[in-house]
C-alpha cells in the first residue's frame, strides 16, 4: 500500500502539470495528500518541516540565480543582440540548420558552466525569433532546447561543471572528467539520435504546412533588419557569461578560503557571527556574478535600445523569474516529503536487489529522479543510500569507479524530465507554451537519454573503454 500511495502521487501530480494546473498549487496537494494516505496526524508537521523548509531553501539559494538570468535574456531581446545572432546565422548558416545552432549556443553555455535555468531564459529570444523566420513550428522548440541544454553537456561530456557531474566525485572520489572515452560516446549518441528526431519533427510539420504558429504568449519584441547590431557586438555577452562563470568558479575559492564569517566587529548590526560556507555556494555566486557582467555589457553597448523599453522589460523578466523559481521550488519540496515517505524506502530498498553495479547505478538513479522530479535530488538520495554497495560490487566485478561515475551521472538526467520536473516546467513557462502542445518532443529527448545511458553500459563490456 506504501508503494501504491508513492505512486499515485506521483501520477497524480504529472498529470496536473500535463494538463496545465499550477504545480505552486499542486505540488503540496499531491505530496500532503501522500502523507495524509500514510499518517493524517503528520500532515502539518511535514508542510512546515518538510515541504516549505525545502520549498524557502530553494528560493534562497536559486531565485538570484532565476532573477538574473530573465534579466539577461531580457536585456538581450531587448537591444537587438538575439535578432542579430539570429540573422547570421540564418545568413551564414541557413534557415534550415535552426536546430543545428540552437542546440550549439545551448550546448556552448551548458558546457560553460551557465545553470540549465538560465540557459533557457537567455537562449529563448534568439531561438523564437529563429524559429518565426524560418517560420518552423515553436511548440517544437521546447524539445531541441531540451536536447541542447539538458542533454549531453549538462552529465554526459567529460569535464562539464554542471551539478549532476559534480555530485558522483564526492562519493567515488573521481573529478568531472572520469570515463572521458564513454563519456564523449554517450554523448555523440545522444547529438545524432536527438538531431536525426528533431529534424524529423520540423520536417514533418513543415511539410503539413504548419507554420510558427498564432495567438503565441511570451513572444520576444522584433526589431527592424536594418537597426540590428553587429553580430561580433551580440555574441560577447554570451562569450563573456560563460567564459567569466568559468573564471569566477576558481576566483572565489582563492579569496575567500573555506569559509567566511561575517562578526559584530565588521558588522556591528550582526548579532552573533554569520559563518558561510564557500564551497556551498561557488558555483551559485559565479553564475550570478558572470550574469551581471553579462547584463551590464549588453547595457553599456546598447544602452539606447535597452533604455527605451527597460521598464516594462525588467517587469516581465521578474514575474517570470517569480514565477519560474517558484514552480521549482515547490517540485523541489514535493520531492523532499515523497522521499520521507514509507513507499520510497521501498522502492529504494528493492532497487538494491539489482545485481549487476553499472545496471543497479543507472536504474536506481533514473527511477529516484524520476519520483523526485530532480536529476540531483534523485542522484544524491540514490547515492547516500546505495554507494558504499555500488562501490564493493563495482570491485568485486573490477569496474573503475570512474565508469561508475559517468553511468551515474547520466542516468540522473534521463527519467527526470517527467511532466512534473522543474526544468521542463520552467522551459514551458518561458516558451509560453503548454505541456499538451510540447512535451511530446521533450519526453523523446527523455527517452534517448535513457537509451544512452544503456549504450554506455554495453559500450564498456563490448571494448572495456574508460
Not at 501522500?34 to 515541504?51: H, Q, R
Not at 567564459?243 to 569566477?248: A, D, K, W
Not at 526544468?423 to 534517448?448: C, D, K, M, P, W
Request: aromatic letters at 10%; one cysteine or more.
Amino acid at each position: 500500500m506504501a508503494l501504491v500511495i508513492v505512486l499515485f502521487s506521483l501520477a497524480f501530480l504529472m498529470l496536473a502539470a500535463y494538463r496545465g494546473y499550477s504545480v505552486i498549487i499542486f505540488a503540496p496537494i499531491a505530496a500532503l495528500g501522500a502523507v495524509f494516505l500514510t499518517e493524517p496526524a503528520a500532515v502539518a508537521p511535514v508542510f512546515s518541516g518538510i515541504f516549505m523548509e525545502k520549498m524557502v531553501g530553494f528560493v534562497k539559494l536559486y531565485f538570484p540565480v532565476f532573477l538574473l538570468g530573465a534579466l539577461f535574456g531580457k536585456v538581450i531581446e531587448l537591444s537587438g543582440f538575439a535578432a542579430a545572432i539570429v540573422a547570421a546565422a540564418i545568413r551564414y548558416i541557413g534557415r534550415s540548420r535552426a536546430n543545428v545552432v540552437i542546440i550549439t549556443v545551448c550546448a556552448l553555455l551548458t558546457y560553460g558552466g551557465v545553470s540549465v535555468f538560465v540557459v533557457v531564459f537567455a537562449v529563448y529570444p534568439f531561438a523564437a525569433e529563429l524559429y518565426r523566420q524560418s517560420n518552423i513550428p515553436k511548440r517544437l522548440m521546447p524539445g531541441v532546447i531540451a536536447l541542447g541544454a539538458f542533454c549531453f553537456t549538462m552529465d554526459a561530456l567529460p569535464g562539464t561543471p554542471q551539478i549532476q557531474n559534480i555530485i558522483p566525485s564526492t562519493f567515488f572520489k573521481t573529478t568531472g572528467w572520469a570515463a572521458p572515452a564513454l563519456g564523449v560516446s554517450g554523448s555523440v549518441f545522444m547529438l545524432v539520435i536527438g538531431l536525426i528526431y528533431v529534424e524529423w519533427r520540423r520536417k514533418r510539420a513543415m511539410a503539413k504546412g504548419e507554420g510558427y504558429g498564432t495567438s503565441l504568449v511570451n513572444e520576444p519584441e522584433r526589431l527592424a533588419e536594418n537597426m540590428l547590431p553587429n553580430p561580433v557586438l551580440a555574441i560577447l555577452p554570451l562569450i563573456l557569461v560563460g567564459v567569466s562563470n568559468y573564471c569566477f568558479t576558481k576566483w572565489i575559492p582563492q579569496w575567500y578560503g573555506a569559509s567566511y564569517t561575517v562578526a559584530p566587529e565588521v558588522l556591528p548590526g550582526v548579532h552573533g557571527q554569520v559563518t558561510t560556507s564557500i564551497k556551498a555556494v561557488t558555483a551559485i555566486w559565479a553564475v550570478e556574478a558572470a550574469l551581471v557582467l553579462g547584463i551590464a555589457l549588453v547595457v553599456l553597448t546598447a544602452f539606447r535600445r535597452v533604455t527605451a523599453t527597460i521598464a516594462d522589460g525588467t517587469r516581465a523578466a521578474a514575474s517570470g523569474a517569480l514565477l519560474a523559481a517558484m514552480n521549482t521550488a515547490s517540485e523541489y519540496g514535493f520531492g523532499a516529503v515523497i522521499a520521507a515517505l514509507p513507499g520510497f524506502m521501498v522502492v529504494s530498498d528493492a532497487l538494491k536487489a539489482i545485481p549487476n553495479p553499472l545496471v543497479n547505478a543507472a536504474v536506481s538513479v533514473s527511477t529516484l529522479a524520476g519520483i523526485t522530479g530532480s536529476a540531483s535530488g534523485g542522484m544524491s538520495i540514490a547515492l547516500a543510500a546505495t554507494s558504499d554497495l555500488l562501490i564493493r560490487n563495482a570491485q568485486v566485478a573490477h569496474i573503475p569507479l570512474d565508469v561508475l561515475h559517468r553511468v551515474v551521472a547520466m542516468a540522473s538526467g534521463g527519467m527526470d524530465t517527467l511532466p512534473h520536473n522543474g526544468a521542463v516546467i520552467t522551459l514551458l513557462a518561458v516558451t509560453g507554451l503548454t505541456h499538451r502542445q510540447s512535451y511530446r518532443e521533450i519526453f523523446a529527448i527523455t527517452l534517448i537519454k535513457t537509451m544512452a545511458v544503456a549504450f554506455v553500459i554495453a559500450v564498456y563490456y563490448v571494448t572495456g573503454w574508460v
